[in-house]
């Protein structure tokens, strides 16, 4: 079946240092994979995504590269901000059922 | 605003008790997806309904059961509720069943006392 492992959190950085998540996937066929933010006491919302090998999906300063040869998804950011503290969920999507989530990643950025 | 809308916000209730969980999906939007957060867990997908009739089914309780109506609300029904249901639900919608990004709701947290 699928399914999308995260690295564990919490993460904590200090402002403007440099941001990785992990994330690997299993899955049949080729899927679509998105990240996912969800800010304290909000629901989830889109943060980037990628629809086929060696796409790059970016914005607000993060990005992540769609690795079908390391079935990985990693999302990074140059230079976090206190404002990016939040929970960060790594997604895929075959297309037969529902979106696959990871277990998420919190991120604490300090001052 | 993602535009999908849940109701109510919070819901304290009692071991037992049965409650409701509503779900508007944005305008247009065929398919929605009910998930549930705990604190210690990632976001369990508990079942997905198309224009009306099931199309996926998670890790959901036979305590649990859900329906979308014609005009795609849709809602979620929890029954013998028990102290391990006290959680996050959440609901989110995307115009088809595969292929583009869910927009989520708010959620509704439940506690179950």
């Known amino acids: 079946g699928n399914s999308v492992t995260q690295m564990e959190g919490p993460v904590t950085l200090s402002e403007e240092a440099f941001l990785t998540i992990n994330c690997t996937y299993t899955?049949?066929?080729?899927?679509?994979l998105f990240w996912y933010v969800q800010y304290p006491g909000e629901g989830l919302q889109l943060l980037l995504k990628?629809?086929?090998?060696?796409d790059k999906g970016s914005n607000k300063g993060f990005e992540a590269t769609y690795r079908k040869e390391t079935t990985s998804f990693h999302l990074e950011k140059g230079s976090v901000q206190v404002s990016d503290s939040a929970v960060y969920f790594c997604?895929?999507?075959?297309?037969?059922?529902?979106?696959?989530f990871g277990s998420g990643t919190r991120l604490q950025v300090q001052p | 605003d993602s535009g999908v809308t849940q109701t109510p916000k919070h819901l304290i209730t009692a071991t037992g008790q049965r409650v409701t969980l509503r779900c508007s999906p944005r305008s247009g939007d065929l398919s929605v997806y009910w998930y549930q957060q705990s604190l210690d867990q990632g976001l369990q997908f508990l079942i997905q309904?198309?224009?009306?009739?099931?199309?996926a089914k998670g890790n959901i309780l036979e305590r649990f059961s859900a329906q979308q109506f014609p005009d795609l609300h849709s809602e979620l029904n929890l029954s013998s509720l028990e102290l391990g249901d006290s959680a996050l639900y959440f609901c989110a919608s995307r115009p088809r069943d595969f292929g583009t990004e869910a927009f989520f709701g708010q959620g509704t947290r439940l506690t179950v006392v």
């Open positions: 997604a895929l999507d075959t297309g037969r059922r529902a979106l696959t």
């Open positions: 899955a049949t066929g080729y899927p679509s």
């Open positions: 990628a629809t086929k090998a060696d």
């Open positions: 309904y198309y224009n009306g009739e099931e199309r």
